[in-house]
């Protein structure tokens, strides 16, 4: 059985002013953001669609916002209400964690919306360049998350290698963070990046992103103490699996959709016109 190691969430100090991991993490994860897309700014279908390495910069800063906004807005909406409510300055101390990936999701399908327009490209496209970026700096969070013992899991069999003893929290625990940074990340990220080196139908490859981090999400929950969850038809479903429902069904629709469409030669001749709709040329 493990311990967990409770690293000092205070990475260093400047003075007055500390450090967190939690933020750490998510310049880890802005930074990766920018190294991949470079890398697939290299692959040649998506050369051929006119992205530019300055491209980056400025879809990194509408993404920065549709994270931040976005994902502490979910945890404020889905998650913790009461609590926000009580105390709404409490909204505004992110570096104390508690930040909700399905917020996140929506506020940069906002920001990249946004983007989309200001850049006049193609909004299909954009989800589709950006979505194989997105999973690692999602594990980086989680190992955010995992340094300020956030998200213990449920109770483990202490038989169970690694089996972790939670501060705070009775017995050993499974350490869902790591699960979810190496299930929900790490695994999704191989598995889109393969698919999304080669040319797919226009939105294949954000549906693609939207169905396996949505089954890969639904599968985790099963080791996380819930937040909250509900009975349907008797299953006890959290609210981790009830957000990421849609995701799931959404994914499948919007596979379809994709391919269906691509029949018509979709995905040969790319638009970059973001008022344009999605079939023209």
């Not at 994860?29 to 920018?34: G, K, P, R």
């Not at 950006?130 to 998350?145: E, K, S, W």
């Not at 050993?172 to 139908?201: E, T």
Request: proline share 7%; glycine share 10%.
């Amino acid at each position: 059985m493990l311990t967990h190691p409770m690293p000092d969430p205070v990475a260093f100090s400047l003075g007055p002013l500390h450090v967190h991991w939690y933020g750490l993490m998510y310049v880890l994860a802005f930074a990766m953001f920018l190294a991949l897309g470079r890398v697939r700014i290299k692959q040649p279908h998506i050369a051929a669609r006119g992205w530019k390495k300055e491209d980056l910069d400025d879809m990194l800063f509408y993404g920065m916002l549709g994270v931040i906004i976005g994902g502490r807005l979910g945890e404020v909406f889905f998650y913790q209400p009461a609590r926000f409510m009580a105390d709404p300055v409490a909204i505004f101390k992110v570096w104390q964690g508690g930040m909700s990936f399905h917020g996140g999701f929506l506020g940069v399908l906002v920001g990249m919306a946004l983007w989309a327009r200001k850049a006049k490209r193609n909004l299909l496209d954009v989800y589709d360049f950006i979505a194989p970026l997105v999973p690692l700096g999602y594990a980086a969070g989680r190992m955010g998350n995992f340094i300020n013992a956030e998200l213990p899991g449920r109770v483990a069999d202490a038989s169970l290698p690694w089996a972790m003893l939670w501060p705070g929290v009775q017995g050993p625990r499974h350490p869902s963070p790591l699960y979810q940074m190496i299930v929900d990340g790490l695994v999704v990220f191989v598995l889109l990046w393969i698919y999304a080196r080669k040319q797919r139908p226009r939105l294949a490859v954000g549906a693609m992103f939207t169905l396996l981090y949505g089954c890969a999400r639904f599968f985790t929950e099963y080791f996380r103490v819930p937040d909250w969850q509900v009975s349907v038809a008797g299953l006890p479903i959290t609210s981790g699996q009830m957000l990421s429902l849609p995701m799931i069904a959404g994914g499948v629709a919007m596979l379809v959709w994709a391919y269906r469409n691509d029949k018509s030669g979709l995905s040969e001749t790319p638009s970059t016109a973001y008022s344009q709709p999605a079939h023209t040329k």
